[in-house]
């Protein structure tokens, strides 16, 4: 078992920045592919950024490039999403995720509790 906790998030003004935490504990997850992804309320979960294990290979919504960007520390088994130039409708909770690589992130193997971002106007 792969237990996953965030933390990172809260609320910003518009423009501003957060950096989201995920770290693994438990089994390493030193096959998975990790990554966020978010929901808000009355929408449809959406994939936000992905990276491999290895972090040599990293994917990014079209609504997050070069804004967003993701990281991870296997030392520290934690995974990072740098947001940047936060607008409101970034406004969500964000999950951490591990999915086996190949398989959409919105089907994760594990998840977290999620970590609330909400992005004032």
């Known amino acids: 078992q792969v237990q996953l906790v965030e933390s990172g998030g809260g609320l910003v003004q518009a423009g501003g920045s957060l950096r989201l935490s995920c770290a693994a504990s438990g089994r390493s997850p030193i096959n998975y592919d990790m990554g966020w992804f978010r929901q808000a309320p009355g929408k449809e979960r959406e994939v936000v950024s992905r990276?491999?294990?290895?972090?040599?290979?990293?994917y990014a919504a079209d609504f997050v490039k070069d804004r967003f960007t993701i990281s991870i520390d296997n030392v520290k088994n934690t995974v990072y999403l740098q947001m940047n130039d936060l607008k409101p409708e970034d406004t969500s909770v964000y999950y951490c995720?591990?999915?086996?690589?190949?398989?959409?992130?919105?089907?994760?193997?594990?998840w977290g509790q999620g970590t609330q971002v909400t992005v004032s106007s």
């Open positions: 990276i491999t294990w290895s972090g040599r290979t990293t």
């Open positions: 995720a591990a999915v086996p690589p190949g398989r959409s992130l919105l089907i994760p193997e594990y």
